[in-house]
Nanobody, 120 residues
Framework: QVQLVESGGGLVQAGGSLRLSCSTS????????MAWYRQAPGKEREMVAV???????ISAESVEGQFTIIRDNAKNTMYLQKNILKPADPAVYYC??????????????WGKGTLVTVSS
């Protein structure tokens, strides 16, 4: 069973940095696309960064390139890095991974999320 487990959330001071982790139960190479999403209270879930098969981190335009995905293949772990936290950043952050079912269909896997709050 594929599992994604996020960690690293908590209370962070505004202006500080954020580093979240997403550990995969199997090989990280089994995912042809990985991404981070977030959902703030009262808002829809939005993608903040994605790493497709090219292994290049792409930050969503909606967050103005503020997020970076770092991948450690040896640890089967993906990280989300943001250097300066802003008041708009508090949310539950979710790890997402996409696998091919072998027949050309994509299967989405999600972690349970990790809560990030920002203190002023």
């Amino acid at each position: 069973q594929v599992q994604l487990v996020e960690s690293g959330g908590g209370l962070v001071q505004a202006g500080g940095s954020l580093r979240l982790s997403c550990s995969t139960s199997g090989s990280i190479f089994s995912f042809h696309r990985m991404a981070w999403y977030r959902q703030a209270p009262g808002k829809e879930r939005e993608m903040v960064a994605v790493m497709p098969s090219t292994r290049r981190s792409i930050s969503a335009e909606s967050v103005e390139g503020q997020f970076t995905i770092i991948r450690d293949n040896a640890k089967n772990t993906m990280y989300l890095q943001k250097n300066i936290l802003k008041p708009a950043d508090p949310a539950v952050y979710y790890c997402n991974g996409v696998q091919d079912d072998g027949g050309g269909l994509a299967i989405d896997y999600w972690g349970k999320g990790t809560l990030v709050t920002v203190s002023s």
